[in-house]
């Protein structure tokens, strides 16, 4: 899996590659992350890639010449051509099925827009999806790059420590989309508050009801729309329903 990356700063994406638990899938190579940057196809003494938007405004747009020739290095290095991302607004939110899909890809090229935005035409030409991490604006893409190539690295085999871990993420499809349970650790008891008795238990069939019981409250409190969902595609089961009609009623 490769992921070619185009920054005005690489140097933006060091700790990334070099720290935490993520770090194995790129050193190991499972996940390939190249850096290009467009400043080094601009022409002229200063390298500029930046002007002022036709018809006025504030800021500036990113020109579409030296995204091109970055953009064509980096598909020429590549056994084949990738799809080309590029983080804006305008895109789809990154979601977990999304990340789900580029975990299993063979990765793609990735455009960090930077100021007012990059010239529309390099966008119709060569961009095939454009990504958004909400409705909120950055700086640049590359904090939403390295969203994406976190996400992706995390789920490749061998780079989590346990095997099993990602399985119990919120939204992910094995916890039937919903948001995980609250985790407890040592000491049993801190600043007056204990653990719940059930995870002490050693009773494995009660414990993950309630792991179970306590995902579909949190769900149904913060983000109701994901219960519909599991209910639509048939993952909430009998007991589930039970639990859920309890506690309408409690808040009713």
Not at 24 to 38: C, D, F, I, K
Not at 158 to 172: C, I, K, M, T, Y
Not at 219 to 242: C, H, M, V, W, Y
Request: aromatic residues 6%; contains cysteine.
């Amino acid at each position: 899996m490769r992921f070619d990356v185009l920054t005005l700063f690489p140097e933006l994406f060091a700790p990334l590659l070099s720290s935490g638990i993520t770090r194995r899938a790129y050193e190991s190579g499972q996940v390939q992350v190249n850096l290009h940057n467009p400043r080094d196809f601009a022409e002229g003494n200063y390298r500029r890639v930046d002007d002022r938007p036709f018809g006025g405004g504030p800021g500036m747009v990113m020109m579409a010449e030296p995204l091109s020739r970055c953009l064509q290095q980096a598909q020429a290095q590549r056994p084949a051509r990738a799809p080309v991302v590029l983080f804006s607004p305008l895109g789809k939110p990154l979601n977990h099925a999304m990340v789900e899909r580029w975990a299993a890809s063979e990765g793609a090229v990735l455009v960090c827009g930077r100021y007012e935005g990059i010239d529309q035409r390099f966008i119709d030409a060569h961009v095939d999806e454009q990504i958004s991490l909400g409705d909120f604006v950055l700086s640049g893409g590359e904090i939403a790059a390295m969203a994406l190539l976190d996400a992706v690295a995390r789920l490749q085999p061998g780079v989590l420590g346990d095997a099993d871990s990602h399985a119990q993420d919120s939204f992910n499809p094995a916890l039937d989309g919903l948001l995980d349970c609250p985790h407890y650790t040592r000491p049993e008891v801190w600043e007056g508050q204990g653990v719940p008795e059930v995870l002490l238990s050693g009773h494995h069939g009660q414990i993950e009801r309630w792991r179970r019981e306590q995902r579909l409250a949190l769900t149904a409190r913060l983000r109701p729309e994901l219960i519909a969902q599991a209910r639509a595609a048939g993952r909430l089961n009998r007991l589930d329903e039970a639990f859920l009609a309890g506690l309408a009623r409690q808040n009713a």
